[in-house]
């Protein structure tokens, strides 16, 4: 690798960037500056030439078809952020439909925990069997798992493409999810349309770095978030009214509609141009020197059977690290069977075990095949950048409180505070905004303070989540709620947006892959922290029931949802005392 591989003048300032350990540790001019003019990686868009990231070779940003086909770009991966965060968090309140429907219990339970029940740790509903837990589950392990294989192919055979097919997958996958006759054919559903969400959130934001010049690139990955956000926000609540007023394959079918309006603005994206080049007929596209008809000159076919990825980079051809997809793909599922099924199974018994060594042993083979490949699937100096491995790992952090925020809320209004479900549906609209609107403003922040930046919202989400936890009044509480959603979702966003400015632009897809399992791993955590507030019924608050029980349950619920609000907030304050900590060790350094 060499400083100046992106396209920069070589000479002193790629040197400099090499030395301060920037995108890659030497690929791009800084540590917070990500040169868009290199070429996509195979075509990056789908076979562009260098420039792409820019909007073409020597052509004005302004272009009338750059623009347009970056517009479209926009409204797609908007969607599909919608697709996958309202899938997420609308599901989970069908899931005692979907056990009663599909795993009804052959007897009635006597504790009341188990009687058709809210959600367990495992995302399951507790009233049928437990197989009904890999309803989510299932899409967890399959997105968690393959992420960071989804996002280097898309960089290799095109972010656009990928976006398709991921789209394809998904909307396909919903569909078969609303027509399952039974829980395995839904679970196998669900295990698509998590592959489906792989292959959309990495090549998604990719194309955004693509398609966007650095100028436009964070405003437009922060609309596109902040759309997402309320979807994240709006999800469980859409899902309950669903559930109740038609059934919970209405929530299967919303998806449907999204991921094809989404496939029609990733199509229209300047199909033969690729968003962001200059506009070129589809015969010239097609031609043997460029767009489609360039597959000769990147392997054909017959490279890709003989072994070869079938594309060019940085002038050679790249082969496909099959080796590396096997072992950092069993890692991965390991892994995630682990957080998810470790509440169910006991953290020290001996299946938890199994999994953990198991994903040490494949994490092994993993980084040694990525040392010793020609082209690694995941290029190691990656973690050798310092603002995006502080972005990531406190992005993981953020994510993991915001589960438990969008869990916990919505409990605490129905019990706590004894609202219905329409009402609660109606107080929760304020954090709702909040955290959309954070996703705009976090496209706005500049990379070189996107670590501090990080560091106050992790503090001010703490604060929200500890005010939550000791509000006495309901406006109290959702003003607190606010404030925290705010915090939060601006953390969120800022860490899929920030990573993007300060990596290399033709490896966006790889970078975002791993940031993305990083967070999917950590919304696991999230998931198993809030366990024991989702095993209380949310309807037993203090205003709901007048007997002894009832008020057990609810003092039993206010007390877990309290320590979970308590535990995140608390993982916050360390994680950004450890950010502050960084950036001072780094002003000391340059001083």
């Known amino acids: 690798m060499t400083a100046g591989r992106g396209g920069d003048a ?79 968090f609308a599901l989970n309140l069908a899931l005692p439909q979907i056990a009663a429907d599909l795993a009804p219990a052959p007897a009635p339970a006597a504790s009341p925990d188990a009687s058709g029940g809210p959600v367990s740790a495992g995302g399951a509903g507790s009233g049928g069997a437990g197989g009904v837990r890999w309803v989510v589950s299932g899409y967890l392990l399959a997105a968690g798992s393959l992420m960071v294989g989804a996002g280097r192919l898309g960089d290799l055979w095109g972010r656009r493409r990928m976006l398709l097919l991921g789209l394809a997958l998904f909307g396909a996958a919903s569909a078969a999810c609303a027509l399952a006759p039974g829980l395995p054919a839904l679970v196998a559903a669900r295990v698509v ?244 609107g954070a996703g705009v403003v976090a496209g706005r922040v500049a990379p070189s303070r996107a670590v501090a930046v990080m560091a106050g919202c992790l503090v001010a989400g703490a604060v929200g989540l500890g005010a939550m936890a000791g509000a006495g009044t309901l406006p109290r509480y959702l003003c607190a709620a606010t404030a925290a959603g705010a915090a939060l979702g601006l953390a969120n966003a800022l860490t899929l947006a920030a990573t993007q400015a300060v990596i290399d632009p033709r490896r966006a897809g790889e970078a975002s892959g791993v940031t993305k399992t990083v967070v999917t791993v950590a919304a696991g955590l999230g998931v198993a922290l809030v366990g024991p507030t989702a095993g209380v019924p949310a309807g037993t608050g203090a205003g709901a029931g007048a007997e002894s029980g009832a008020g057990a349950g609810a003092g039993q619920a206010a007390r877990a949802v309290d320590g979970a609000l308590w535990v995140a907030a608390l993982a916050c304050v360390v994680t950004a005392a450890a950010l502050a900590g960084w950036l001072r060790a780094l002003t000391t350094r340059d001083a």
């Open 193 to 436: 349309q998590g592959a489906g969400g792989a292959c959309l959130m990495p090549a998604g934001l990719a194309l955004l770095t693509g398609a966007y010049p650095p100028a436009l690139r964070g405003r437009a990955t922060g609309w596109a978030l902040g759309l997402g956000g309320v979807a994240t926000a709006c999800g469980p609540f859409v899902g309950g009214a669903l559930t109740q007023a038609l059934s919970w394959r209405a929530v299967c079918w919303l998806n449907v509609p999204l991921a094809c309006c989404a496939a029609v603005a990733a199509w229209a994206a300047e199909r033969p141009a690729r968003a962001g080049c200059p506009a070129r007929s589809r015969r010239a596209g097609r031609s043997p020197r460029a767009g489609w008809g360039a597959r000769s000159a990147r392997g054909g076919w017959r490279a890709r059977r003989r072994g070869g990825a079938g594309v060019r980079e940085r002038g050679r051809a790249r082969r496909w690290d099959w080796p590396g997809l096997v072992a950092g793909t069993a890692a991965l599922a390991a892994l995630g069977l682990f957080v998810d099924r470790g509440p169910a199974w006991g953290w020290w018994s001996g299946a938890s075990a199994a999994s953990l060594g198991a994903c040490g042993v494949a994490l092994a083979g993993f980084v040694r095949r990525q040392r010793r490949a020609p082209d690694p699937l995941v290029d190691l100096s990656l973690f050798r950048n310092g603002p995006y491995v502080a972005l990531t790992g406190s992005g993981a952090v953020a994510n993991a409180a915001t589960v438990v925020f969008l869990y916990v809320t919505p409990l605490a209004l129905q019990g706590t505070w004894a609202l219905s479900a329409g009402e609660a549906g109606c107080a929760f609209l304020a954090p709702a905004a909040a955290m959309a």
């Open 10 to 88: 070589p000479g002193a300032r790629g040197k400099a960037g090499a030395e301060r350990g920037g995108a890659y540790g030497e690929a791009v001019a800084g540590p917070y500056e990500a040169s868009g003019s290199g070429p996509v990686v195979g075509g990056g868009l789908g076979g562009a030439e260098k420039g792409a990231v820019d909007g073409g070779p020597g052509s004005a940003p302004g272009t009338g078809g750059a623009v347009r086909g970056r517009r479209w770009v926009l409204v797609a991966v908007a969607l599909a952020v919608c697709c996958v965060q309202l899938d997420a």
